[in-house]
């Protein structure tokens, strides 16, 4: 589901999966499973998480507000080396950010609040499990590369995403660089309510764009899991009850959402 840019959901599963690239957009931005996340996907806008086909990024998507899938949970040596390539920037608001540390030191669980216009959501991130993408969302968050962005894209048929980390909007943003993945699921829901994953536009593509599950969803599991949300959920349930601006099951979350600032304990 490359959870790339808005593409709309398919009500059959086929048209799920082939669409689960949660990356940008669908041209290849960040996507989740293949148009949600991070890089754009086909059409390089709607939202979707790249997380297999839905989930991308640019062209590129828990229980009860707890805890996440369980990925292999090995603990993180100190100082995990880790790869970021350069990568476009994609459309809109590009904005510079340096790339993060080459190592992260970063270890166990840390706890970060995503403050936005509606209230905060609280979050738990797996530096355990996915150091180098905790690594590179603790960078982008304290060098306030998230700040003032929108959560561009909601899902509301087959899969249930909030998709956030592209401060233009379209789904193909990216913060210059990319990488690879972490801690895929390996249970089944492979994304259960609460989830915090990354968007992209295919393997290796990840970069700023994740997204938050609000409903158990079966996505292919290509999108890296590094954290769960621990408070907030009934904000995301406001959210996916209002639905899209344009009435369907893919698209800008009518509620508007807003991330003011991520802050990392």
Request: with cysteine; proline share 10%; hydrophobic share 35%.
């Amino acid at each position: 589901m490359p959870l790339v840019g808005g593409a709309v959901l398919a009500l059959a599963v086929v048209a799920v999966v082939a669409y689960l690239a949660i990356g940008p957009g669908r041209d290849s931005a960040e996507t989740m499973g293949g148009a949600v996340a991070g890089s754009p996907a086909a059409s390089g806008r709607g939202p979707a998480p790249q997380v297999g086909a839905p989930l991308t990024t640019g062209a590129s998507s828990l229980p009860n507000g707890a805890a996440g899938p369980t990925g292999a949970q090995t603990q993180a040596p100190a100082g995990v080396p880790c790869s970021y390539a350069s990568a476009g920037r994609g459309e809109g608001d590009t904005r510079l950010i340096a790339t993060p540390a080459p190592k992260s030191t970063l270890t166990g669980r840390l706890a970060a609040t995503m403050q936005t216009n509606l209230g905060p959501i609280g979050i738990q991130l797996y530096a355990d499990r996915a150091p180098c993408t905790v690594n590179s969302f603790v960078h982008l968050s304290r060098d306030d590369f998230y700040s003032d962005t929108p959560c561009h894209r909601l899902t509301t048929d087959g899969l249930y995403v909030l998709q956030c980390g592209d401060p233009s909007g379209t789904g193909t943003g990216t913060p210059g660089y990319q990488f690879g993945e972490e801690n895929l699921p390996t249970t089944l829901p492979p994304y259960p309510r609460g989830t915090l994953a990354m968007a992209n536009a295919g393997p290796g593509t990840n970069g700023s764009q994740f997204f938050v599950v609000y409903k158990d969803s079966d996505i292919p599991p290509d999108y890296t899991v590094f954290g769960t949300v621990t408070s907030g959920m009934d904000l995301l349930d406001r959210i996916a009850a209002a639905g899209t601006t344009t009435g369907g099951p893919d698209g800008p979350p009518k509620l508007a959402v807003q991330i003011t600032e991520i802050r990392v304990a």
